[in-house]
């Protein structure tokens, strides 16, 4: 794949118009400790996850802070009360017993910075190669954890939204991993654009939403599982009676400098013979998909596509 050629200076840069510390509505969540099943202590040595999400926004900055920016503010405050441990603090604690958990207090908040770019909106969104450290400035930061009281404690999910005047509009959020999968990120992701779009009324997701389930104490561990992942962790944190504790439990990224992005499209016709051919292959197998339905899903044939294509570049398109 050709490289894309580098992008400036000043592409790269934001300005950084407003930060917010954006909590639940006063007295709206209660304190709540959850502690993390044996499930999510394998992610504690993941890097944060990070997402971008653009939107065309063919408006003004001053429209944008008159009118929009106001309302996302409001609106993710009034989704952060159902979904509140994205505003909580993950504590790690510098030696055993004691467990990791996540931590939400009255107040407590997550970051959201305002920003505004000149980098190109329709290369950003395009789906050609392009410079992958153009989107680096796009993605906030998550503030590094702190010692307090024996243990590290930092904020669970950071968010930030630049504007590109006259253009468009990017959310980016990065978040830990413990404290939501892809399913329970979507979800919030979804709720925040119904309250935004109802113009403020948390209620307008209470009809056709569930909302979150956060109780993980009913995740059971009848193998007797947490103990030995704890174990691990407590040896990466602490490997030694003399050693200090690691000061970051999250491994450095790779670079990414020399590298390029680009997204490949996958329309309905492709699905469909990406489907027809797994039904083909199945026949040929002799085994009969009429007598043995078999449920294909689009994510689950784009997922092995994906799969085979990354382990063998020369494999034909369909």
Request: hydrophobic share 40%; glycine share 4%; net charge negative.
């Amino acid at each position: 794949m050709k490289n894309s050629p580098s992008p400036s200076d000043e592409m790269l840069k934001v300005k950084i118009l407003h930060r917010y510390d954006i909590s639940p509505p006063p007295d709206s969540v209660p304190a709540t400790t959850l502690p993390l099943p044996f499930l999510d202590i394998p992610w504690l040595l993941c890097c944060p996850m990070q997402r971008l999400f653009f939107y065309d926004f063919p408006e003004s900055p001053s429209s944008f802070a008159q009118t929009t920016l106001p309302l996302l503010v409001r609106s993710l405050s009034l989704c952060l009360r159902h979904f509140f441990p994205f505003a909580a603090r993950l504590v790690l604690p510098l030696a055993p017993p004691q467990k990791p958990h996540i931590l939400y207090s009255d107040g407590d908040s997550l970051s959201l910075t305002v920003a505004e770019s000149a980098a190109n909106f329709a290369e950003l969104i395009s789906d050609e190669p392009r410079g992958a450290t153009l989107i680096h400035p796009l993605v906030p930061q998550l503030a590094p954890p702190c010692a307090s009281d024996g243990a590290r404690i930092g904020p669970v999910m950071a968010i930030q939204v630049t504007l590109f005047p006259n253009k468009g509009i990017c959310i980016g959020v990065q978040f830990l991993h413990v404290v939501a999968d892809g399913s329970s990120f979507t979800h919030f992701m979804k709720s925040w654009a119904s309250i935004h779009k109802s113009g403020g009324d948390p209620t307008c997701i209470d009809s056709d939403d569930p909302s979150p389930f956060h109780d993980r104490g009913v995740i059971k561990d009848p193998n007797g599982l947490e103990p030995i992942l704890l174990k691990d962790w407590w040896s990466f944190v602490c490997p030694s009676p003399s050693s200090s504790p690691s000061p970051s439990p999250s491994p450095t990224p790779p670079t990414v400098a020399d590298k390029v992005r680009a997204t490949f499209v996958l329309r309905k016709a492709h699905i469909d013979m990406l489907k027809a051919q797994i039904l083909s292959q199945l026949k040929n197998d002799g085994l009969d998909s009429e007598s043995d339905p078999i449920h294909l899903s689009t994510f689950v044939v784009t997922c092995a596509f994906i799969w085979i294509v990354g382990s063998d570049w020369d494999t034909p398109y369909p």
